[in-house]
């Protein structure tokens, strides 16, 4: 009835526009009913809500990104403060290696006495390093690189007399006539880190050994009288 008059009073313009309005209305209807129908339950909102909470939380990342980088810096710490022991101990023995072959050289004869104090001024030079590690060996060489005498200290051994010296010299290198002093020092130094800990093998360290030579001072030889 109302589309008959519709066509009476304004004609077919008038026909598509209600139906155009109607087929709106229609859609309209259908999209507020599938939202409503696809409407999330409030659970479900509430577990999104958290996880989006959990999303966005950063007041733990310090905490998490120290916990990764604190092995580093202590491994850091502990090789560095290591090197620094392992640079002073090496400097000290090689002052021991040089400090003995010069006071040996200082003298025309060497007396029991007198090797003893400068051994105690090497444990002196090592301090505060332990010195139960430490190895010394003086020998006295002639122009033929043969001992004419050596004395050890701390366990170490010395050379026999006539045995050939501690290094290789080369021809004519030491004149005729004259003598040589070598002085071979070991200090075996154990890790700061590593030496107490249980399963990490046997390797709890590293040994320095160190030779220094010089001529004697004041005179050609020198003689070794008890």
């Given at each position: 009835?109302?589309i008959d008059?519709?066509?009476?009073?304004?004609g077919?313009?008038v026909?598509r526009?209600?139906?155009?309005e109607?087929?709106?209305k229609?859609?309209?209807?259908?999209i507020?009913?599938h939202?409503r129908s696809?409407r999330?339950?409030?659970?479900?909102?509430?577990m999104?809500?958290?996880?989006g909470a959990?999303?966005?939380?950063?007041?733990?990342v310090?905490a998490?990104?120290f916990?990764?980088?604190?092995?580093i810096?202590?491994?850091?710490f502990l090789?560095?403060?290591?090197i620094?022991e392992?640079?002073?101990v090496s400097?000290?023995v090689d002052?021991?290696s040089?400090?003995?072959?010069d006071?040996?050289g200082?003298?025309?004869?060497?007396?029991?006495?007198?090797?003893?104090?400068?051994f105690e001024?090497a444990?002196?030079?090592?301090?505060?390093y332990?010195?139960?590690?430490?190895?010394i060996v003086v020998?006295?060489?002639?122009?033929?690189?043969?001992v004419v005498?050596?004395?050890?200290?701390?366990?170490?051994?010395?050379?026999?007399?006539?045995a050939?010296g501690p290094?290789?010299?080369g021809?004519?290198a030491?004149?005729s006539?004259t003598q040589?002093?070598?002085?071979e020092?070991s200090y075996a130094y154990?890790?700061?880190?590593a030496t107490?800990w249980?399963?990490?093998?046997?390797?709890h360290?590293y040994?320095?050994?160190?030779?220094?030579?010089m001529?004697?001072?004041v005179?050609d030889t020198?003689t070794f009288?008890?």
């Amino acid at each position: 009835m109302q589309i008959d008059d519709l066509r009476r009073k304004s004609g077919p313009y008038v026909l598509r526009r209600f139906w155009t309005e109607m087929t709106l209305k229609v859609a309209a209807m259908g999209i507020r009913g599938h939202r409503r129908s696809h409407r999330p339950s409030s659970a479900a909102s509430g577990m999104l809500g958290r996880l989006g909470a959990f999303g966005r939380a950063t007041g733990g990342v310090a905490a998490v990104e120290f916990a990764f980088i604190a092995p580093i810096l202590l491994l850091l710490f502990l090789g560095t403060s290591e090197i620094g022991e392992v640079l002073r101990v090496s400097r000290r023995v090689d002052r021991i290696s040089f400090t003995i072959a010069d006071l040996v050289g200082q003298s025309s004869t060497m007396t029991t006495s007198e090797m003893n104090g400068i051994f105690e001024a090497a444990d002196a030079i090592l301090s505060p390093y332990s010195t139960s590690g430490l190895r010394i060996v003086v020998s006295v060489v002639d122009d033929k690189n043969k001992v004419v005498w050596s004395k050890a200290y701390n366990g170490a051994t010395a050379l026999s007399s006539g045995a050939n010296g501690p290094i290789t010299v080369g021809a004519d290198a030491i004149p005729s006539g004259t003598q040589l002093i070598v002085v071979e020092v070991s200090y075996a130094y154990q890790w700061l880190i590593a030496t107490n800990w249980a399963g990490f093998g046997n390797n709890h360290g590293y040994t320095f050994d160190r030779f220094f030579s010089m001529r004697p001072r004041v005179s050609d030889t020198i003689t070794f009288s008890s």
